[in-house]
Structures are given as structure tokens and as C-alpha cells.
């Protein structure tokens, strides 16, 4: 799993609204509405509910420790949606405590390994791969205005492709699913509604709408695609190479925690 870096996340609080505007541009809808999509409730009901909740982040040290810029960025992204929000002054266990003591209702803290939204009333979580998936499916189907009936190449099985695969199956697309590893393929072999891909070169090539949840870096390369193909790619770095970004880039969604994070929110109230 591919750690977050503060470059990643610099600037991202400050760049929110062109963000958001580059998103309708690309997609016809904000942030607030492919949240709200992708965890199946109206963008009106997101609005509402965001008002009774008040949210904390916790920074973790343990692993790798901090990320600077981290527990804000997630904090900007909870407020930009209308959210009220605050980082715990302390971190791990005691943050925790912290967050409780002043009244949270959601607490959302990240690991090396794990980032979840903890609704502390209903006591569940949900977790950002999971989230990652179904938003960044709700994007590429406003993209491409509707996927039902439509085939969808998902690269990359683990928590993101399985949380993307559960919305594509929801809105009716086929499920096209590639994997280097074999081992992951496998929850998939007796799915009726999962077709596995073996070859990633033929797969590119066959496929309009793709969706990358792999960590893996430049290995798209702008001539293995369709010439109209759209992208939704969650992963860290960007599978796509520059010049595949230079010329998919009006057409691919990309980002470090936006649509993640507003996605947790949205699936956690
Ligand atoms: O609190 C902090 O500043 C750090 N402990 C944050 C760590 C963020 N974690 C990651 O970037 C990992 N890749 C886990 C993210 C899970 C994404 N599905």
C-alpha cells in the first residue's frame, strides 16, 4: 500500500474550490454529489446530516509517524463539505480521548496501513479503500453519464478495486477485472458478474472505462488506450505516464484524499 507524502497533500486545502470546480468540469457534478452518490443518498440528505455531526482527526505516530500536512488536509476536505471539524492537539490513544471529551461524533485517524471514520454513536466504521472505490466509481459513471450495460476494466483487486467493484455491480456495468497477482483474483473466480482479464496490454486496448486501483506507477502508456478512453485512478503515484497524461488528463480523475475522504464521510453519517 502506497503511504501518502506532504507533497502529495501540499496546497490541497487551499486549492479545494478549483479542485471542486475542475471535478464539475469534468464530471457535471461536485464533490458533495459524488459523495453522496457513491454512498447512495441524495446530496440534500448529505447536507443535512453533515449539520448534526462535528467530526475530529486524530494524528497517528506509530509506523512511519506523521505525515505533515495529513490530519489537515483531511480536515479541510470535512469542512469544505460543511462539516464542523478539528485536528486533536494531542495524538494515537490520547487523541482519541481528546476527541471524545470535546464532542465528537466522528473520528477519523490513519495508519500505515489503515484510515477509517469511526461513528462514535453507532459504534462502525467505514474504511477508505472501500470509500476510495465507490467514489471514484461515482465519478467515472457521471464521466461517462451512466455505466449500466457498460464494461468497466477495474485494475487491481485489493480494497479500493473491491470497494469499486461493489458500486459497479450496484449500477449494472460489467466488471472487467485485472490483477498481477493471482492470489487476489481468486474471491473472484465463481463471481457470475466478474469477467477476469489475464492480459493488461489486450485489456487496455479493449476497454473505454477504466478504472486503476493499483499502486503501480507509469505503466500506462498513452498509446494503450482507446482513443475516447476515461479514467478514475485512485492510486498512488499515477499509473498513467506523462504522456499518457498529457493526453487522457481532460478525461482522468486523480487526486490524493478528496474523493476518499468526502466518500468516508458521506457512507459514515
Ligand atoms: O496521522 C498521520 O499523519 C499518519 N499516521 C497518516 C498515515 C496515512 N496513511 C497512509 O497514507 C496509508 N497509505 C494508509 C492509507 C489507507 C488508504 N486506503
Redesign the pocket.
Known sequence: ????TTHDIAKLDSELTQYNLSLIEKTGVDLAAIASFAAGITRENLKQAIQKHRAA????????????G??ESVQSIIQFLGCACFVTEA?NVAGIAEAIDRKASIIF???????IAYHVGKGSYV???EA?GRGYVAALAHMAKGLKGQDVLVLGAG??GQGAISLLKELGARVKLFDLQAEALKPYQTDALVTLEFSLSEALSKYRFILDATPAGGFIGADDLQPLAMLAAPG?PLGLNLEALAKFGPHLIHDPLQI?VATMLAMIL
Open positions: 500500500m502506497t503511504r501518502l482527526v486524530v494524528p497517528i505516530t506509530s509506523g512511519q509517524g506523521i505525515i505533515g495529513f490530519a495524538a485517524a490513519a495508519d500505515d496501513d489503515r484510515f474504511d477508505n479503500g476510495t480494497p479500493v498512488i476518499g
